[in-house]
């Protein structure tokens, strides 16, 4: 589990790449004032589902499960969502 753990981490980490939040040397000479832009992530699928996605982004670091907001019903029947709103940094 801890082998594929780590390769989660690193496939998240090639994904987001210079997106992270935290800016490099490079990043801050070029832009003294870096814009943050909000991305979405939504999560639609069953409760069960939802609720395993949030928990593995929890332990792979990506994002807490307090920061996603409560579920919601889509009206789909046993359907729920998700949303996690974060700030990137654009060049």
């Known amino acids: ?3 594929s753990k780590d390769s989660a ?3 998240l980490e090639q994904f987001l790449g210079e997106y ?13 004032f870096p814009k943050r832009k ?4 939504i999560l639609i699928g069953s409760e069960k589902a939802v609720t395993s996605t949030i928990h593995y982004l929890q332990v792979i670091g990506y994002a807490s499960v307090g920061d996603w907001s409560p579920l919601v019903p ?3 029947p046993d359907e729920v969502m998700s949303i996690l709103i974060r700030q990137i940094l654009m060049q």
């Open 1 to 3: 589990m801890a082998q």
């Open 74 to 76: 889509t009206g789909n």
């Open 38 to 41: 909000p991305i979405k992530h």
């Open 9 to 11: 981490q690193s496939k």
């Open 20 to 32: 992270l939040d935290t800016p490099t040397t490079k990043q801050s000479t070029e832009k003294p």
